[in-house]
């Protein structure tokens, strides 16, 4: 007896994209009313979602083809650059080289949760499976980035506004890791908390997208939720992970071995 819950999934033309491209009309038209002035922004933001996930589209289709471990290589490294320089972009403060750090932290993250979540919890073989490691690497970056800029901007802040307080610490015999210890703390924390708030509400308010997306394609609800707690875990891992290692780096450079925080080398990002 078939499952009834595992019904095809329903495909759309270009007739139907063209159909769900009048809903962007709603808020343009919300800000024409309201004079938010936000109807140019909204239709470059329409063409680019378009042309960037149909041309995302056909390279994956490719790339799950031809299974080629150079090809998801270079276009993981793609990926890490992008989302790394996102996550430098948005913070009001940098320092020289957070491009660097960002990319390193953000490489090491998406090593480590994709190969754990494909390898051990999955059971993929190979681990690095485009259909597998693509997409899921992608979730891992687009949400830890996030965890990034807001730990880059609540320690650069932080720093840079109270750096007599964290140098008068330091004149009074606090070591360096003492006095980067409430600010590295508090960073972490700040970069950590859209993701538990998702994780509060995930099932009663928002219905993620990939768990959405799976039982468009019709698959059994139960199974989707299964993906996706392991999906939300993983966001909350990666991160954690990645706001942590940010700030340590941010605090290795900034603090100097001989217990000296070098607030002069923050500076704000060009708006």
């Known amino acids: 007896m078939s499952d009834p819950l595992s019904n095809h999934a329903i495909n759309l033309g270009f007739f139907d994209l063209c159909i769900a491209s009048a809903l962007v009309l709603v808020a343009a038209l919300i800000s024409y009313r309201m004079r938010l002035g936000l109807e140019r922004q909204l239709r470059i933001a329409a063409l680019r979602t378009v042309v960037q996930l149909l041309l995302i589209g056909f390279v994956l289709k490719k790339i799950f083809m031809m299974e080629n471990i150079w090809a998801i290589l270079v276009l993981s490294v793609i990926m890490v650059v992008m989302a790394g320089r996102a996550a430098v972009a948005r913070p009001k403060r940098t320092v020289a ?142 991160t954690a992970m990645g706001s942590l290692l940010i700030a340590f780096l941010m605090y290795k450079r900034l603090f100097n071995a001989r217990h000296q925080l070098n607030h002069q080398l923050i500076h704000s990002t060009k708006r």
């Open 97 to 238: 080289g957070m491009n660097w750090l960002a990319m390193g932290a953000l490489s090491l993250v998406g090593f480590v949760t994709t190969f754990s979540v494909t390898a051990i919890i999955i059971g993929v073989d190979p681990w690095y499976k485009a259909q597998y490691a693509i997409p899921l690497l992608g979730m891992i970056l687009g949400n830890s980035l996030n965890g990034l800029s807001l730990c880059i901007d609540s320690m650069l802040e932080s720093l840079s506004a109270g750096w007599r307080e964290v140098e008068m610490e330091l004149s009074l015999g606090a070591s360096r890791w003492e006095a980067a210890q409430r600010p590295l703390a508090e960073a972490v924390r700040r970069g950590m908390m859209p993701t538990i708030n998702s994780m509060m509400v995930v099932g009663i308010v928002s219905l993620p997208g990939m768990m959405t997306g799976q039982i468009l394609e019709g698959a059994n609800p139960v199974s989707a939720v299964k993906y996706q707690i392991v999906v939300m875990f993983m966001i909350a891992a990666s």
